[in-house]
C-alpha cells in the first residue's frame, strides 16, 4: 500500500490515537480520551481528522483504524526499529528517552497516580498501591497492554498482561503480580 504522508507530520495525540488504535483495532471515544489524557470532544475531533486523511472510520461511538492507518503505523515503527539498530561505522551514545505516562482509570475516571516504567508498574502492583480491582479493569479493558505495547515498546509483557484478561479480579491481581515480579527480576 502506498502511503503519500509520514506519521511523524501528524500530531503527537494523533499519533498516540493511531497507535492504540494500532494495537486495539478499535476503540470507542470515551476510552480512547482516557488512554490520551483528552477530553472526549477532542478525539472526536482528531478521529474526523483522521477519517478525511482515510487513516481511521468512525462508526456511531466507536472508531476503527483502516488499513491505510495501520500501514502507515507498521511502516513507521519498521523504520523506527532502523533506526535504533545500532551502526557498525557509529559510536553508539546513550539517549534519555522521555516515556508518556500511563495513568490508571477506573470506571471512566483517573486515578491521580502516573507510571513511566516497568519497574514503576510492577512496584505498584507488587506493594499494592493500586487495588486489584484498578488493576483488573485497566488490564481486562486493554488500557494497560496497550500502553505497554505501545509506549514501552513490550510486546512480550504485553501478551503476558493480555492472557490475564478473562480472570477474574483476585486471581487477575496475583497472577499480574507473578508476572511482573518475574519479569523485573
Do not use: C, H
Not at 494523533?14 to 488512554?35: G, M, P, Q
Not at 477532542?42 to 495501520?70: F, H, M, P, W
Not at 551514545?93 to 516515556?99: A, F, H, M, S
Request: aromatic share 8%; net charge neutral.
Amino acid at each position: 500500500m502506498q502511503i503519500n504522508m509520514s506519521f511523524k507530520e501528524l500530531t503527537s495525540t494523533k499519533r498516540k490515537i493511531l497507535e492504540i488504535l494500532a494495537d486495539k483495532k478499535e476503540s470507542d471515544v470515551s476510552e480512547l480520551a482516557a488512554l490520551v489524557g483528552i477530553k472526549t470532544s477532542t478525539v472526536r475531533k482528531y478521529a474526523s481528522e483522521l477519517e478525511k486523511l482515510g487513516l481511521v472510520t468512525k462508526i456511531g461511538n466507536k472508531v476503527k483504524i483502516t488499513d491505510k492507518g495501520l500501514a502507515l503505523f507498521t511502516e513507521t515503527e519498521k523504520i523506527e526499529e532502523e533506526r535504533q539498530q545500532p551502526r557498525e561505522d557509529v559510536e553508539a551514545k546513550p539517549t534519555r528517552e522521555i516515556v508518556e505516562p500511563f495513568y490508571f482509570v477506573v470506571q471512566g475516571q483517573v486515578v491521580p497516580l502516573r507510571v513511566f516504567s516497568t519497574k514503576q508498574l510492577a512496584a505498584i502492583v507488587v506493594y499494592r498501591i493500586v487495588s486489584p480491582e484498578e488493576l483488573s479493569y485497566v488490564i481486562k479493558n486493554g488500557y494497560l497492554t496497550a500502553w505497554v505495547r505501545t509506549v514501552l515498546r513490550d510486546a512480550s509483557l504485553a501478551e503476558k498482561l493480555e492472557g490475564l484478561r478473562g480472570l477474574e479480579s483476585p486471581q487477575l491481581f496475583d497472577e499480574a503480580v507473578k508476572i511482573l515480579r518475574e519479569y523485573v527480576e
